[in-house]
């Protein structure tokens, strides 16, 4: 089976800019994570979604992170506007029942904001 | 909240030697630990997990972790590594209520195999 998408895998933009990510889980997967990989650092949840609705997103910055998954499928993570220490690895995972604890996770997305 | 431990941030080890990394977590309720492992360049790959039952788990590629409760540890262990062992080894605990389990990573051990 394929698994999680997601692009771009890298992007480089200056601070203040906006941007976003996408994401494409593993086919029927139901639950969907962003997490943050900062540099020497292991990954940090930032939202947790199930179908379309938000299960945890308690750790997002949301004055500056917003994230969707309008159809229960495929999901955006945007930051607007960006700082230099957004600076990191962003990944996306999912996973079903019922082997509802494993993630599967992407190849991520490196930002870097200068 | 939970949060998980690794000591070692960087090994060194020649092929053949034995591997142990340890791997302590901080939650007083049930758990499920994980391994992930990121090889260079690559993708965080699920390596082993415990839900419940025998302590003693063993993964893909020889490696194995014992599940000590008393002692809120997961170590990994590996008889002989490899030069293609040479990776980024990450320890998780999802743990809380149901339907909320995101992981809590470890900050991870870089592992160095020289041939």
């Known amino acids: 089976e394929a698994g999680v998408a997601q692009s771009p895998r890298y992007k480089i933009i200056e601070k203040r800019q906006s941007v976003a990510f996408w994401c494409n889980p593993i086919?029927?997967?139901?639950?969907l994570y962003w997490y943050q990989q900062i540099l020497g650092q292991g990954p940090k949840l930032l939202i947790q979604?199930?179908?379309?609705?938000?299960?945890?997103d308690s750790q997002l910055p949301k004055d500056r992170f917003s994230a969707e998954r309008l159809k229960g499928v495929d999901s955006t993570l945007k930051i607007q506007p960006a700082k230099l220490e957004d600076s990191a690895v962003y990944l996306c995972?999912?996973?079903?029942?019922?082997?509802?604890?494993?993630?599967?996770f992407g190849p991520g997305t490196r930002l870097l904001v200068l | 909240a939970q949060s998980v431990s690794q000591h070692n941030h960087h090994v060194i080890l020649s092929e053949a030697a034995s591997l142990e990394l340890g791997c302590n977590y901080s939650?007083?309720?049930?758990?499920?630990l994980f391994w992930y492992v990121q090889y260079p360049g690559q993708h965080l790959q699920l390596l082993l997990k415990?839900?419940?039952?025998?302590?003693l788990v063993k993964g893909i590629k020889g490696f194995e972790a014992e599940f000590i409760k008393s002692k809120f540890s997961f170590n990994l262990r590996k008889p002989s590594v490899q030069w293609s062992d040479t990776a980024e080894y990450f320890c998780?605990?999802?743990?809380?209520?149901?339907?909320?389990?995101?992981?809590?990573f470890g900050s991870g051990t870089r592992l160095q195999v020289q041939p």
């Open positions: 979604f199930q179908n379309n609705g938000v299960v945890d």
């Open positions: 939650y007083g309720g049930t758990v499920n």
């Open positions: 086919s029927g997967h139901a639950t």
């Open positions: 415990y839900f419940s039952g025998d302590p």
């Open positions: 998780a605990v999802n743990a809380g209520q149901e339907g909320r389990r995101a992981l809590t």
């Open positions: 995972a999912s996973s079903s029942p019922p082997q509802q604890e494993t993630q599967y």
